[in-house]
């Protein structure tokens, strides 16, 4: 076989089992295997550039080349559908077609309307050609490199179809995905997300592809058109367009009455709730394509079809009063305390405000009646205030001006949407969250110093600052209350034993902005010690694999803080961890490579900590959950029945510590 005949056959292997894996949730190959195909085919692409193919699976990965987006125009407009959240308005839609066909019998498709954002896909003798947004209607943005990285659209199609089309659809965040990144960004203090629909739409505008690729985005297609497609009818094309290749929901339904649609209505309702991804109502279609032109469309939307919207659940309630919180680095939340009140099957009685313009934009006053929603039906939100409710004398909620805890006035930075308070080093809640966030289990994972100790010792003036921890003597604990000589001894050990906690953990434990613990990873890993990170560049920074900007300039500005730099040079003579352990990275491997581990319970020659850090040493990857992706469980004593019973379940095999030393020992 030559070379390009080995590149075409990866090629084409990868394209299947890609879709097994994206579209059919079913694979045929395990993780490691996909991956060193994968791995090889990149090889033979770069020793060989001739063969270059932007189709290739090897684009998907994404780059770190950044540029503006440029426009373009769509070949037919994306036109928006007319909303409804009534079923009488269902109705009136169904007598207006009828109407509108003269009385021909006609079949109607339902499909569930999925909450992301609008992409359009243009194909070309089978090839993706490009992907825009809706943008206006009129043009959009070509996101085609961003497009390229999310799995389940095919870059190739496979059957009999058309040579050229356009498929439309939804760019989606899983919800799964979007609860991890808002775990992500509230750990770094980075505004959250409200719902999975603005996170997707933002990843998919990120300039760094190979960022997109990481945030795991997922997609479904639900329309396809083109000048000569070989279809009568809607449901047709996307049976067909299932065959090609593309992910099309199987919740699709033919309907031939209104009975049909209130049913297909009411039970995805109520069993929307458990699908992966987000959704929000029902697209209602005339099946034909013949009708549908003789239906035409108005100005805005066609005749031909319609969107039922869910009922978001809302209630309304007092606003009793406007509290604000201050966050480990500074940044100000304000919380609107509300009336209790039942909203999706739990009691609110606080919902965030996020920042002064929002508090702005809903002219909010104290004693207000507001509406509140689950934004994405996860975080409560208030959507409104209901004016008819308002009295005369209530009073004006105004953003506050100075620190709610320590009276500095405070900042907002141009072009950042929250005010924060620049006293890190005289702000109760900045110095105890800095302190939390050290202790913490994945920074240096101090046993026995929880919020209520650290503010136990913090309000006795025993600690002021990370550093103060390794000054604490048993006599300044034991003594106070509720603690005593055995919790003095145990917190001192924890102490002592966080001087072999890594430096990449150390580094994270600072709690330097943006510099989360995969970041902080990337850096020590790249960089090896504190020294050469403080020294470094905004632009050496920047070089650095997934370090944008912001990242940088955190980074930089942190180290060019003289109290930073003396606190690092405490850090130091207390004996923590402050470059990578170089031996340890002279004798990694990878045999591991590819694999993903999920460790649980007790070792006798590891900590939990060590025995991950010897799987990464050997090229492994760390899970917290057990999954279908998962290649093996280490089990030590005491591992949770539930783990096991899942990972039987999923036949991922579970394997003991002596067998997890035999592998490593190759």
């Not at 839609?93 to 498709?109: A, C, I, S």
Request: hydrophobic share 35%; aromatic share 8%; proline share 4%.
């Amino acid at each position: 076989m030559t070379t390009e005949e080995q590149i075409k056959s990866l090629r084409k292997e990868l394209d299947f089992h890609n879709y097994q894996y994206y579209v059919l949730s079913n694979p045929t190959i395990s993780d490691f295997e996909f991956d060193e195909k994968m791995a090889l085919l990149k090889k033979l692409e770069d020793e060989n550039p001739e063969f270059f193919d932007p189709a290739s699976p090897t684009q998907r990965v994404g780059n770190d080349l950044t540029a503006g987006f440029e426009q373009v125009e769509h070949k037919y407009p994306m036109l928006s559908l007319g909303n409804t959240y009534s079923e009488a308005d269902i109705t009136d839609f169904y007598n207006r077609v009828k109407k509108g066909l003269d009385g021909e019998d006609f079949e109607l498709v339902c499909e569930l309307k999925y909450d992301g954002t609008s992409i359009s896909l243009t194909y070309v003798d089978g090839v993706l050609q490009r992907a825009v947004t809706r943008g206006d209607g009129q043009k959009g943005d070509d996101v085609t490199a961003n497009v390229k990285t999310i799995r389940c659209i095919p870059l190739k199609l496979h059957g009999d179809y058309p040579k050229e089309f356009e498929m439309r659809g939804e760019i989606l965040m899983p919800w799964k995905v979007f609860d991890a990144l808002n775990a992500e960004r509230e750990a770094n203090d980075e505004p959250l997300f409200a719902n999975p629909r603005n996170a997707a739409s933002g990843t998919l505008k990120m300039q760094n592809s190979a960022q997109v690729a990481k945030r795991k985005l997922d997609s479904y297609l639900y329309f396809m058109l083109g000048d000569n497609l070989p279809f009568q009818t809607h449901y047709e094309c996307l049976e067909a367009a299932k065959s090609y290749g593309f992910k099309i929901s199987d919740a699709i339904r033919k309907c031939k009455s209104l009975s049909d649609v209130y049913d297909f209505i009411n039970y995805w309702d109520t069993e929307r709730k458990n699908l992966p991804v987000a959704t929000d109502g029902i697209v209602i279609k005339v099946n034909s394509f013949a009708q549908q032109r003789k239906l035409g469309y108005t100005a805005k939307s066609p005749r031909w079809a319609i969107a039922y919207k869910f009922q978001a659940e809302r209630a309304c309630t007092r606003l009793i009063a406007v509290t604000y919180q201050v966050g480990r680095t500074g940044v100000i939340t304000p919380v609107a305390n509300l009336e209790p009140v039942q909203l999706s099957g739990t009691v609110v009685k606080r919902a965030t405000l996020h920042n002064a313009d929002i508090i702005e934009s809903l002219d909010l006053h104290t004693d207000d009646m507001v509406y509140v929603e689950k934004g994405g039906e996860i975080i409560p939100k208030i959507t409104g205030v209901d004016m008819n409710q308002r009295t005369m004398f209530a009073e004006k909620v105004r953003f506050i001006d100075v620190c709610p805890e320590c009276g500095t006035p405070l900042k907002r930075v141009e072009g950042e949407a929250a005010h924060y308070c620049p006293n890190e080093d005289g702000c109760p809640p900045q110095i105890k969250g800095k302190i939390e966030h050290f202790v913490s289990r994945k920074a240096m994972n101090i046993d026995g110093l929880g919020p209520e100790i650290i503010d136990l010792l913090y309000s006795n003036k025993l600690i002021g600052s990370i550093a103060d921890l390794y000054t604490l003597k048993i006599q300044d604990i034991a003594f106070l209350s509720g603690l005593g000589e055995k919790s003095g001894k145990k917190i001192l050990q924890g102490i002592r034993n966080s001087a072999d906690v890594p430096f990449e953990r150390v580094l994270f434990a600072l709690g330097i902005r943006y510099v989360g613990e995969t970041v902080a990873k990337k850096l020590a890993q790249t960089l090896c010690s504190i020294d050469k990170i403080a020294e470094a560049t905004v632009e050496e920074l920047t070089a650095i694999d997934e370090i944008g900007e912001s990242i940088a300039n955190s980074v930089y500005k942190y180290f060019r803080e003289p109290k930073h730099t003396e606190l690092i040079e405490k850090l130091k003579s207390y004996g923590l961890k402050m470059e990578v352990d170089l031996s340890k990275k002279e004798n990694s491997s990878n045999k591991l490579g590819g694999k993903t581990f999920v460790v649980s319970g007790v070792f006798e020659n590891f900590s939990r900590d060590s025995i991950k850090e010897t799987i990464e040493l050997n090229g492994g990857k760390i899970s917290s959950s057990i999954s279908s992706k998962t290649d093996y469980v280490v089990a030590g004593e005491n591992m949770g029945p539930a783990k096991k019973e899942k990972a039987e379940k999923l036949g991922v095999a579970v394997i003991d510590e002596q067998t997890f030393i035999k592998m490593i020992e190759g």
